[in-house]
């Protein structure tokens, strides 16, 4: 199918992607019998630690797609982007069609409930003018920097940031432009310039320690990186401002320091959490001396906690 529409070369590249790790295949097939293939489609969900893998690079789709992640796509550790490498009808290719129709359903599909969902998803077309209307209708915006060439053909892509617009938002944002007299007026919620903030691993470390000095001293929350993060900004829902940010943030520290205390394991970390910043002693010393530790053993302790709290909280931040 691909080598009718697309040429040889390109049904050479994607032969190449049979069997790779990334890749997930999938066909549409006709109702009627004999149930013979309709279409297919190829995912490939790409980490930052993939951008170099040498499949990437030979492909011109996924070499000029983990160009523009490396140097704009901003992936954290665990997350991925999901390249919608192809996707065509057996007749009619990427016409309108009830093939198409299913694709786009199945996709969107996969958007909304992959087991891990992507970060972004850039899907390229033959026809990236044809498609205009549509992907602004649907959130996806014009990417002409991961635009390619195969076997003389050039393909033009489209990106939507899952972590700026989250699924639900996503969702609600569609809604609201279905019924809108002029549905591309409805903005979506949280558009580069908004409220959130996409945060690498070591900055939102760096956030939860700075966060945890900050509780329960009086606006000691109002500035902290991770009041523009996604957990953050999911909680306090759409329009929060600082304070209510602030509010959010703390009861999501506490949230999840609860669970820690809740998992024996994680007790006695809990525990020196809890005296040094949940219910401060005052000073170390005095919380090491209410925990009937030494002073090294209680820092051990408060290490384990700090680093525990913030792999919880960054895996609420990955899933929201």
């Known amino acids: 199918m691909a080598g009718r529409y697309e040429g040889p070369e390109s049904a050479r590249l994607l032969r190449g992607w049979w069997a790779h790790p990334a890749a997930t295949?999938?066909?549409v097939r006709a109702a009627e019998p004999p149930p013979s293939p309709?279409?297919?489609?190829?995912?490939?969900?790409?980490?930052?630690?993939?951008l170099d893998d040498p499949a990437v690079t030979a492909d011109p789709a996924t070499a000029a797609a983990a160009d523009w992640l490396a140097h704009h796509g901003g992936l954290r550790a665990g997350e991925r982007a999901l390249l919608v490498r192809t996707w065509l009808a057996r007749d009619t290719y990427q016409d309108v069609s009830a093939v198409q129709s299913l694709i786009t359903l199945r996709l969107t599909h996969h958007y909304l409930t992959a087991e891990q969902r992507p970060a972004l998803t850039l899907l390229p077309f033959a026809d990236p003018e044809f498609r205009a209307d549509g992907c602004a209708y649907t959130d996806f915006d014009r990417l002409p920097q991961s635009d390619f060439t195969v076997g003389g053909r050039s393909y033009g892509t489209y990106v939507h940031d899952w972590r700026r617009t989250p699924p639900l938002a996503w969702l609600s944002l569609l809604c609201e432009r279905e019924s809108a007299a002029d549905p591309l007026a409805v903005a979506a919620p949280d558009e580069p310039g908004g409220t959130m903030r996409v945060l690498d691993a070591e900055t939102f470390a760096a956030g939860v320690r700075e966060a945890l000095?900050?509780?329960?001293?009086a606006g000691g929350l109002r500035g902290s990186v991770l009041l523009r993060s996604r957990a953050v900004a999911s909680r306090a829902g759409q329009g929060a401002g600082p304070d209510e940010?602030?509010?959010?943030?703390?009861?999501?520290l506490r949230e999840t320091a609860a669970e820690l205390q809740a998992a024996p394991r994680d007790r006695r970390s809990h525990r020196a959490l809890h005296h040094t910043y949940l219910q401060p002693a005052g000073t170390q010393q005095r919380a090491a001396d209410l925990l009937g530790l030494p002073m090294s053993t209680y820092r051990r302790h408060l290490a384990a906690g700090v680093n525990r709290l913030t792999e919880e909280l960054w895996r609420r931040e990955l899933d929201t």
């Not at 309709?38 to 993939?50: N, P």
């Not at 000095?213 to 001293?217: D, F, I």
């Open 38 to 50: 309709a279409g297919f489609y190829l995912l490939l969900a790409l980490g930052a630690e993939d």
């Open 213 to 217: 000095h900050g509780l329960g001293r």
């Open 25 to 27: 295949w999938a066909t």
């Open 245 to 252: 940010r602030a509010t959010a943030l703390s009861a999501l």
